[in-house]
């Protein structure tokens, strides 16, 4: 069995933001050479998210305003802000979107059904962060 590792830096211009990595991540697999196998890819910060959905601008508007109708953003509003922070809404909304996907590898590439991409989702961005894309197999 063997491993590839890339990062993938992001520094969005909106404090929330959805992008399609799908293409990155294609990339990725291909780079690592790996033919059968699973393929992971994690959000390294705690306000910002990696999941899988069909790119459609409307379903993108709906997930920016379900989220933040759940934690809407406000200082006042969080017991996280009270140690001097402003981001406990982006904890939360991490928490809803998701931390990670994995996906399967077959021949070579990413194994989807129809429509399924991947997104990087951010929720207090406007500073570089990191995703992990971790690619195990054969």
Known sequence: ??????????????????????????????????????CLVNAMHITSSVFINDDESGLHKDFALWVEKLA????DKYQHNLTGEDNGDAHLKRTIMGREVVCAITNGKLDFGPWEQIFYGEFD?????RVLVKIIGE
């Not at 990062?7 to 780079?31: G, H, M, P």
């Not at 809407?72 to 200082?75: R, S």
């Not at 961005?125 to 962060?129: L, V, Y």
Request: no cysteine; aromatic share 10%.
């Open 1 to 38: 069995m063997r491993s590839y590792t890339e990062y993938l830096v992001f520094n969005t211009t909106k404090r929330q933001e959805f992008s399609n990595i799908t293409d990155q991540v294609e990339a990725a697999v291909i780079k690592s050479g790996i033919k059968e196998g699973i």
């Open 72 to 75: 809407p953003y406000g200082k």
């Open 125 to 129: 961005g406007q500073r570089k962060k």
